[in-house]
C-alpha cells in the first residue's frame, strides 16, 4: 500500500510537533487554503495526476430533474452510466495498492462471486454554506481534550478540516455532517453462508444537536447524537426500544443508553449497549461500534493517522437504495451469500485518509486493531479493515452513501460488516422507504419517558 508521500511528510513533521493530542489549532494561513486549494472541509481541491479522480467543483447540490421531491425515492443521478471495468478474483492483483485488505480477502475467499464494477468518479458530497463557516471557524479554534477523546470549541461543522493525528481524523468522522435530524425505516439481516439469512427492521429517530444552526458552541446541550430506535422485527425483538445520547466528549460524559425490552415490561439503563458488546441484531456478527462504521468513545485505542491514498470504495450508491424500496423480494436479490449482490454495486475512485485503532494495553476490546478509510470528501468511513488479538484479518466492514443532493448531504447506509471465519455478514441499515432528512425531534423527544410511551408490548 503507497501513500500519499507529500502527506506523510506533512504528518510526520506535524506528529513530531504534536507528540500529544491536546493541541489542534491550525495557522491562519492554512485555515485560508480552506475554500481555495482545499475544499470547504479540508479535501484536496484539485484532480489526481490521470484525472481518475476529478477536480471538486462544489459538489452536487440539486436534485435530478426526474425527483419527484420530498418523500419519494432519490434516483440514481448517473443511472445510465456504465461500469468503467470489474475488478474480479482473475485481475484483482493488478489493482491491490487502491485495494483494502478486505477487498482482497473477499476477492482470495470468493472467487466466483466477488466482483467489483467500477464507475466513474463523481465528487457529489456537498454541504450547507453555514457548515463551510463554522467548519473554517472550527479549524482555528478546536481542540482535542482528555488525551484525544474529547472535541472542544467546536461546533457546526467539522472539527478538524485538517488533521494532524488519528484521533482528529476519527473526530471528523463522529462530527461529520449528516444532517440536522432523521427518521429512518430500514432493515437488516444477517446472511449466512449457505444462503439463508434472519431479517430485522426498526425505525429510528436522529437528532445532531451539535448541527443546529440556531445554537451555538456555548449553549448547546453538548451532544453528537440523540438516537432512538424502535425494533418491530425479529419477532422476539418486537417492541423493543433504545435510547442513546452520546456526548461530544465521552471522557467527562460517558454515552447515556436505556433500553426497553417487551419481557421484563421496564425501562432500564443499558450502559453495555456501546464498545464490542454484540449487537444482539446480528447473531454476534458485530459490535455496536460498528454501527455507522464506528461510533461512540475512542478511549480503549491509540489512534495513528498513516496517510492518504487513492482507493476504490461504494459512493453514490443511490441505485442500491432504489432497488431495496422495491420490498423484500428486492432485498432478498441484494442480500446474497457472503456479501451484497454486486449487481447492485457501485465503487468509484477516491482519495481516503487512512488511520489505524490499536487497543490500548490496559484496555479490553474484541478487536484488536482495526484500519479505517475515510474518504476526503465526507469525512465518512467507507471501509475498515479488523484484525484479532493474534494479528488475523477477522472482519471487514463496508459503507454505501446516499447521495441527499435534495439537502444537500452525504449518508452512510446499509453498511455490511463480514466475518471471514464463518463466512457470515451484518447488513445494517438497509431503507425500505426513503430517509427523511428534517430539522429532527426536539430534545424532549429523546428521553427514558419517550422510550416508555413507545413501548407497546
Not at 82 to 89: N, R, S
Amino acid at each position: 500500500m503507497k501513500f500519499n508521500k507529500t502527506v506523510v511528510a506533512l504528518i510526520a513533521t506535524t506528529c513530531a510537533l504534536y507528540t500529544t493530542s491536546a493541541v489542534s489549532k491550525i495557522s491562519a494561513a492554512d485555515a485560508a487554503k480552506l475554500g481555495s486549494e482545499l475544499t470547504p472541509v479540508g479535501a484536496e481541491r484539485a484532480a489526481n495526476a490521470d484525472g481518475s479522480i476529478p477536480e471538486w467543483t462544489g459538489g452536487m447540490t440539486t436534485a435530478p430533474e426526474a425527483y419527484k421531491g420530498e418523500g419519494t425515492t432519490r434516483i440514481d443521478p448517473f443511472a445510465d452510466e456504465k461500469p468503467l471495468f470489474t475488478i474480479d478474483a482473475s485481475n484483482y492483483k493488478q489493482y491491490e495498492a487502491k485495494l483494502s485488505a478486505g477487498q482482497k480477502q473477499l476477492f482470495a475467499k470468493h472467487p466466483d462471486t466477488f466482483k467489483m464494477p467500477i464507475y466513474a468518479t463523481h465528487r457529489t458530497a456537498a454541504a450547507p454554506q453555514w457548515v463551510y463557516d463554522k467548519t473554517k471557524s472550527n479549524a482555528l479554534n478546536a481542540e482535542t481534550t482528555a488525551g484525544g477523546d474529547g472535541v472542544a470549541n467546536a461546533f457546526g461543522g467539522y472539527p478538524f478540516p485538517v488533521p494532524k493525528n488519528g484521533h482528529e481524523a476519527i473526530w471528523n468522522h463522529s462530527l461529520r455532517w449528516t444532517g440536522q435530524g432523521s427518521n429512518k425505516k430500514y432493515k437488516n439481516l444477517t446472511v449466512y453462508g449457505n444462503g439463508s439469512s434472519t431479517l430485522g427492521q426498526g425505525e429510528i429517530w436522529e437528532s445532531f444537536p451539535y448541527y443546529n444552526p440556531e445554537s451555538s458552541v456555548e449553549d448547546y446541550n453538548g451532544n453528537i447524537q440523540q438516537i432512538l430506535v424502535q425494533y418491530s422485527l425479529p419477532v422476539r425483538r418486537k417492541g423493543e426500544v433504545i435510547l442513546v445520547r452520546d456526548p461530544v466528549n465521552a471522557a467527562e460524559d460517558p454515552r447515556q443508553a436505556w433500553q426497553y425490552i417487551p419481557g421484563q415490561r421496564r425501562v432500564r439503563r443499558a450502559p453495555t449497549i456501546a464498545f464490542d458488546t454484540p449487537n444482539t441484531q446480528f447473531a454476534g456478527q458485530a459490535t455496536f461500534d460498528d454501527s455507522f462504521m464506528f461510533n461512540g468513545s475512542t478511549e480503549r485505542y491509540n489512534w495513528e493517522l498513516k496517510g492518504k491514498q487513492e482507493m476504490y470504495i461504494s459512493y453514490n450508491n443511490n441505485a442500491l437504495f432504489v432497488e431495496a424500496e422495491k420490498g423484500d423480494d428486492a432485498v432478498k436479490q441484494i442480500a446474497t451469500p457472503y456479501h451484497p449482490n454486486p449487481e447492485f454495486a457501485r465503487w468509484e475512485l477516491h482519495r481516503v485518509w487512512v488511520v489505524e485503532a490499536t487497543l490500548k494495553e490496559d484496555k479490553r476490546h474484541v478487536y484488536a486493531k482495526r484500519t479505517f478509510y475515510i474518504d476526503e470528501d465526507t469525512w465518512m468511513i467507507a471501509s475498515t479493515d479488523i484484525y484479532d488479538g493474534r494479528g488475523n484479518l477477522w472482519r471487514a466492514g463496508f459503507a454505501n452513501f446516499l447521495n441527499a443532493y435534495d439537502v444537500p448531504l452525504t449518508a452512510v447506509r446499509a453498511t455490511w460488516h463480514t466475518d471471514f471465519q464463518n463466512g457470515n455478514y451484518a447488513f445494517n441499515e438497509l431503507d425500505y422507504v426513503p430517509v427523511k432528512f428534517y430539522q429532527g425531534e426536539k430534545d424532549k423527544f429523546f428521553t427514558p419517558g419517550q422510550v416508555r410511551k413507545l413501548s407497546k408490548r
